[in-house]
């Protein structure tokens, strides 16, 4: 099983920018994403990237904030994060699919954590107001 690890966190100013990093062990020829959990929350979505990276899916409360990308040369996913807010204040998980998403026959992207299955230790995102 593919293993993930995080980097790139740490405490900002709210409207400040980050680029937090993944980085696998192996070629991940599946979607992979990033998701967050605050404390006391359920995990969430952020954003997910196709495994040709050219389907991207964010999340409503970071569209136009964030861009997820992925370098598979360098087996590293990124996400670049701008005008970041208090409420983006989370631990933030990076994760890859062990399959591809098909409905109907026709390829989807995965946007739910329950569609991937290798996770990274996630690494703490903190925005002080």
């Known amino acids: 099983q593919v293993r993930l690890v995080e980097s790139g966190g740490g405490l900002v100013q709210a409207g400040d920018s980050l680029r937090l990093s993944c980085t696998a062990s192996?070629?991940?020829?599946?979607?992979m994403g990033w998701f967050r959990q605050a404390p006391g929350k359920v995990r969430e979505t952020v954003a997910t990237?196709?495994?040709?990276?050219?389907?991207?899916y964010y999340a409503d409360s970071v569209k136009g904030r964030c861009t997820i990308s992925r370098d598979d040369v360098k087996n590293t996913m990124y996400l670049q994060m701008s005008s970041l807010k208090p409420e983006d204040t989370a631990v933030y998980f990076c994760?890859?699919?062990?399959?591809?998403?098909?409905?109907?026959?026709?390829?989807?992207?995965?946007?739910?954590?329950?569609?991937?299955?290798?996770w990274g230790q996630g690494t703490q995102v903190t925005v002080s107001s």
């Open positions: 990237i196709s495994w040709s990276g050219r389907s991207t």
């Open positions: 192996e070629r991940t020829p599946y979607a």
């Open positions: 994760a890859a699919s062990h399959t591809h998403t098909y409905a109907s026959g026709t390829y989807y992207l995965p946007n739910t954590p329950a569609d991937f299955g290798s």
